[in-house]
């Protein structure tokens, strides 16, 4: 459970105030989505609740700090990148919350691997993993940025690098329904 004194609202505003220089129209909802799928996914699991919640926020941060153009293969390029840039910023913001030396360090540890999906395997990981995959394919609360082209290639990309890895029978329920809708409406 989150203590009483993680002041969620104002932990979201200032990263959103962060994400306002990410990914154009597309940091902002995709994070709220990956916050609201990973409380879905927490629903049914036990852990760190508190840790993978703040991760969800943070993941993407380092956009907001990474030169692309926002394209596939722009955002392709910027992919470690933003995992390194945003580790170093999310191990400035956690200082601020309630949380203990082990906490933050793990949430770091997490912005810094959350895409390299070959090597994710503890449970904190395969849950932001999923969260996150699930945040991009939300067509209810996210609009996809990609055009033409790019969109079949992340569609394909999603289909064959990230739905085989979804490991919680909660996940691979949500990736299913919100796989359809999004394939649906493209
Ligand atoms: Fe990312
Ligand atoms: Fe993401």
Request: charged share 35%.
């Amino acid at each position: 459970m989150e203590p009483k004194d993680f002041d969620e609202k104002k932990f979201r505003d200032r990263v959103i105030g962060i994400l306002e220089s990410g990914r154009p129209e597309w940091d902002i909802p995709h994070t709220l989505a990956t916050v609201y799928w990973i409380k879905e996914l927490m629903a049914g699991e036990s852990g760190d609740e508190l840790v993978l919640v703040c991760a969800a926020y943070l993941h993407d941060i380092g956009y907001s700090l990474v030169e692309f153009t926002n394209d596939w293969d722009g955002i392709h390029q910027a992919k470690s990148d933003h995992m390194a840039k945003g580790a170093v910023m999310a191990g400035e913001l956690v200082k601020d919350l309630p949380l203990s030396q082990g906490q933050q360090k793990e949430i770091v540890r997490l912005v810094a691997i959350h895409d390299k999906l070959e090597i994710l395997s503890t449970k904190n990981e395969i849950l932001l993993f999923e969260a996150d995959s699930l945040g991009q394919i939300d067509i209810e609360r996210v609009k996809s940025t990609f055009k033409g082209k790019d969109r079949e290639k992340f569609l394909d990309s999603f289909q064959k690098r990230r739905i085989p890895r979804f490991r919680t029978e909660a996940g691979k329920r949500f990736v299913v329904s919100l796989w359809l809708r999004a394939k649906e409406n493209c």
